[in-house]
């Protein structure tokens, strides 16, 4: 498959708005995509993902800005006249037809008389060869999953789009799946653009993600980059769980930040202060704190941050243990503590004392809200009033 791609290139957004009336959908969206590479849109419903790629697709049409693959300008083609395909959540699969001829839907649309070698070579590229002959209801979840993606990859586009592919299959079919997906494109080669609002699901499969909020893209780089040192308060608590602490920077001494923390120095690498001015929101990720009892002798961590705090509330979820802490001015912190030897000692009202490594540390703008990203429970619905008799 890979070698017999055509050339393509890079597909480029450039200066890309979107609107619906009085609504802007997607908000002056410049971004590259390198060929060949696994890319990852991220964000919440309503942030603009879906419209960058259904414009991307031709589905949609920008209101400005231009779409580029390679040297070819597809922003205003027909969508049957640009070299991509899309796999939608629903598969969108033809019930009556079995796999093969699902498969070689698109080639003899094409008019192409010979199909069986290029569908069979597809099947086996998703470990379906042995399913040819069945229907789509015949098959699972993750099944039908994988000959939408065969179905769409037998056209050999030069950009595969993906919208939600496994938002319809359960926890461990899905990631099953993300693996799957992986493969298939390292296999291939072709560009994949996969939109997605599980931050897990992106940071498996992507080599590159971009986080969208309200239209535009708050960071973008591989996962590890946006995990360890996110740049804005919505990246840091949509892209997993952070500790948001309200400090002072009160030094940068060349490689090296201090930050005043209500009487407290915490020290971190001065390049992961993204902030200009002095009051920022210190922040570290739960899994990153060590938890010991306070009157531990060995507690101390030389180099290291650290805080005192009282234990609110410990829950064993089998792989860790989550505890949630008071520090001394009454602000909660999470901390995740890997179960390879847990201290029975570390219960609800226990002193502790918790420290880090200052390289795990960031500082954000504090003019930023401070609970950005943060995914709230839907309210659930009353329950309606019984009718009077």
Known sequence: MAESQPAGGDLRIVDVTKRFADFVAVDDLTLTVPKGSFFALLGPSGCGKTTTLRMVAGLEEPTEG?????????????????????????????????????????????????????????????????????????????????VAVARA?????????????????????????????????TEVGITFVHVTHDQEEAMTMADTIAVMNQGRIEQMGPPTELYENPRTTFVANFLGQSNLLTGR????????????????????????????????????????????????????????????????????????????VRLPWEQEVSVFAQNIKRDERLVDGAPVLLHWDPTHTFALDASQDVDAGVEVEPEPEPEPEPAEA
């Open 249 to 324: 920077v009160t030094a940068r001494s060349g490689a090296d930040a201090v930050v005043e923390l209500h009487g407290r120095r915490i020290g971190l690498p001065a390049g992961r202060v993204h902030s200009d001015g002095d009051k920022v929101h210190v922040g570290v990720r739960p899994e990153k704190m060590q938890i010991t009892l306070a009157s531990d002798e060995t507690a101390a961590v030389q180099g290291h941050n650290s805080l005192e705090g009282v234990i609110l509330d410990a829950s064993f979820i089998g792989v860790s243990t989550q505890y949630l």
């Open 153 to 185: 990859l037998i056209n050999r586009p030069e950009v595969l789009l993906l919208d939600e592919p496994l938002g319809a299959l359960d926890l461990k079919l899905r990631r099953q799946m993300q693996l799957e997906l992986k493969r298939i494109q």
């Open 66 to 146: 231009a779409i580029h693959i390679g040297a070819q300008d597809i922003t205003w083609e027909k969508p049957y006249r640009r070299p991509v395909n899309t796999v939608f959540q629903s598969y969108a699969l033809f019930p009556h037809l079995d796999i093969f001829e699902n498969v070689a839907f698109g080639l003899r649309r094409r008019g192409h008389k010979e199909v069986k070698a290029q569908v069979d070579e597809i099947l086996d590229l998703v470990e379906l060869g042995g399913y040819a002959r069945r229907k789509p209801a015949q098959l699972s979840g993750g099944q039908q999953q994988r």
